[in-house]
């Protein structure tokens, strides 16, 4: 059993910033994929970054060129830095871990830009 806690989200301005962390705890088998997804009430979660074990990374298309995914494999821990955000932003944010064959998933995070 893997646990996911975030933390760093919060209200910013349009055109701030924010960097969300995503910290993993429990019985640690290899993760693999660690990443990000969001989503909005009445619609359906959407990815919006993931990065591979390696650092290999994969972005959305509406966030490429604002936000950066990292990770520190030694903590466990993934990072979303998020540039010139937009009210379109707003979201709960959750991170993931995949341990396979298993997904976990972290509780959310709020991410709320005003305009």
């Known amino acids: 059993q893997v646990q996911l806690v975030e933390s760093g989200g919060g209200l910013v301005q349009a055109g701030g910033s924010l960097r969300l962390s995503c910290v993993a705890s429990g019985s640690m088998f290899t993760i693999n994929d660690m990443g990000w997804h969001r989503q909005v009430p009445g619609k359906q979660r959407e990815l919006v970054a993931f990065i591979t074990r390696g650092g290999t990374t994969n972005y959305a298309d509406s966030v490429k060129g604002r936000f950066t995914i990292s990770r520190d494999n030694a903590k466990n821990t993934v990072y979303l830095q998020m540039n010139s955000l937009k009210p379109e932003d707003t979201a709960v944010y959750y991170c993931?871990?995949?341990?396979?064959?298993?997904?976990?998933w972290g509780q959310g995070t709020q991410v709320t830009v005003s305009s």
């Open positions: 993931y871990a995949l341990v396979p064959p298993n997904i976990y």
